[in-house]
């Protein structure tokens, strides 16, 4: 699942003057909400030494995992130094991570259906993990001027589909998936 570059690039336009508009930086401000409770959604998965959160924005799942976990940061669009700047999709990223660093558990809360390819992202973030990836995201939601993917849960099964898996809804339309290696 493919879109062009453009249409990719508009959907990420509106993500950053949504931001501008709110008037903050962090996309999980509400924590009264069961989706934006991220350090819940860490106590119910396996979290290795070493996490690298895609799409990571404000970095605010550093705050949801132990100190000792060494936290690395990934976005498209960094919001702070700290960030290592890229696209999951960019074989860069992927050999920074891969050859320099061994990460155990990759995150991508609230990102997957912004890819410009959802496919190869997936891809990616197998090459990368050695122990196991946790999605937070909206399934059956159609393409907007914010979501680049219509997203099922067998979108995510097909590339992960020789990994264990566990699944939770956290709400209607929002899922917590995680695959780990066999």
């Known amino acids: 699942m493919r879109v062009e570059k453009s249409t990719w690039k508009d959907r990420l336009d509106n993500l950053i003057n949504r931001r501008k508009e709110v008037g903050h930086t962090n996309d999980n401000f509400r924590t009264e909400s069961p989706v934006a409770d991220y350090a819940a959604h860490m106590r119910k998965v396996h979290i290795g030494n070493t996490l690298l959160d895609v799409g990571c924005g404000s970095c605010y799942l550093k705050g949801c995992i132990p100190e000792e976990v060494k936290y690395y940061g990934l976005d498209a669009v960094p919001l702070s130094e700290d960030v290592f700047h890229g696209m999951i999709e960019e074989d860069h990223v ?69 990994w264990e898996s566990t699944v939770w809804q956290i709400a209607p339309k929002v899922y917590l998936l995680e695959y780990r290696r066999p």
């Open 94 to 162: 992927v050999n920074h991570f891969t050859l320099m660093k061994t990460i155990d558990t990759v995150c991508a809360f609230a990102v997957m259906d912004g890819c410009q390819d959802f496919d190869l992202a997936c891809q990616n973030i197998k090459r990368i993990a050695k122990r196991n990836v946790v999605f937070l995201t909206g399934i059956g939601i159609e393409a907007d001027e914010f979501h680049t993917h219509k997203l099922e849960i067998s979108d995510f099964n097909r590339n992960f589909n020789d």
